[in-house]
C-alpha cells in the first residue's frame, strides 16, 4: 500500500468525548468540532513524517517503524511511542494512555484514537 499523500477529513465520530477525555477545553473542543483538517502524509522506506493541518495549527510527527519516537498528541503533549505496521496498510502506535491505529484502504484513510473504551475515529479522502 502507498501511505505517501494529502488526505482531507471527510467524517469524524466522537471528537468531543474523546477531546474531553484527553484534557482538551470546552473552548477549544467547540473551536475544533467542525474545522477540516488536512493530513499529508510522507514515506521514505520505514521512515514517515505526518503533517496534520487543522485551521491555524499544524501538528508534525516523525518515526521510524519499529523504533521508539516521542509523539505529539493533539493535546501538544509528548509522548514515547513505537509505532508498528500491521501488514502493508495498517500502521499501530501505543503510547501512555493512548492508542492509535491508522489503516489505508485504497484511497481513504481510517485513524481510530482510543483512550479506554472512548474512541475517535477519523475517516479522511486523498486529495
Do not use: C, W
Not at 484511497?107 to 472512548?118: A, Q, R
Request: hydrophobic fraction near 35%; aromatic fraction near 6%; proline fraction near 2%.
Amino acid at each position: 500500500m502507498s501511505f505517501p499523500g494529502k488526505y482531507e477529513l471527510q467524517t469524524h465520530e466522537n471528537f468531543e468525548q474523546f477531546m474531553k477525555a484527553i484534557g482538551l477545553s470546552d473552548e477549544l473542543i467547540e473551536k475544533g468540532k467542525d474545522v477540516k483538517s488536512i493530513s499529508e502524509i510522507e514515506q521514505d522506506g520505514n521512515k514517515f513524517k505526518i503533517t496534520v493541518t487543522t485551521g491555524g495549527k499544524v501538528l508534525v510527527n516523525e518515526f521510524t517503524i519499529g523504533e521508539e519516537t516521542e509523539l505529539t498528541t493533539p493535546t501538544g503533549e509528548k509522548m514515547k511511542a513505537v509505532v508498528h505496521m500491521e501488514g502493508d496498510n495498517k500502521m499501530v502506535a501505543k503510547m501512555k494512555n493512548m492508542t492509535s491505529v491508522t489503516e489505508l484502504n485504497g484511497d481513504t484513510i481510517v485513524n481510530i484514537l482510543s483512550v479506554g473504551d472512548i474512541h475517535y475515529k477519523r475517516i479522511s479522502k486523498r486529495i
